[in-house]
């Protein structure tokens, strides 16, 4: 049984960063795309960012490129992302992604709340 378990989402001051991680168990993803959505209260949920697996190419929403870093370990199965500057509108639960597409992933983390506050 495949599973994503996010961390590190939490309370922070705008400008403040975090860093999420999401560690998959059940099958390895080492030759898998791994990424990041959010969801915001009331919107649509949306793409981050994402890192494939062949030369760990990086793919962010315009919005985010700069301020976000993602990064995998394929030894721990495990994909990061870093989030600097962090604005209020960044405010929204993240969701972990693997396998299948870029926009279109297979398996889906839970979920881990992050919040801006201005």
């Known amino acids: 049984q495949v599973q994503l378990v996010e961390s590190g989402g939490g309370l922070v001051q705008a400008g403040g960063s975090l860093r999420l991680s999401c560690a998959a168990s059940?099958?390895?993803?080492?030759?898998?795309?791994m990424g990041w959505f959010r969801q915001a209260p009331g919107k649509e949920r949306e793409f981050v960012a994402a890192?494939?697996?062949?030369?760990?190419?990086?793919y962010y929403r315009d919005s985010v490129t700069g301020r976000f870093t993602i990064s995998r370990v394929n030894a721990k199965n495990t994909v990061y992302l870093q989030m600097n500057n962090l604005k209020p509108e960044d405010t929204a639960v993240y969701y972990c992604?693997?396998?299948?597409?870029?926009?279109?992933?297979?398996?889906w983390g839970q979920g881990t709340q992050v919040t801006v506050s201005s």
């Open positions: 059940g099958r390895t993803f080492s030759r898998s795309t």
């Open positions: 890192i494939s697996w062949i030369v760990s190419s990086t």
């Open positions: 992604t693997a396998g299948g597409t870029t926009m279109n992933p297979t398996y």
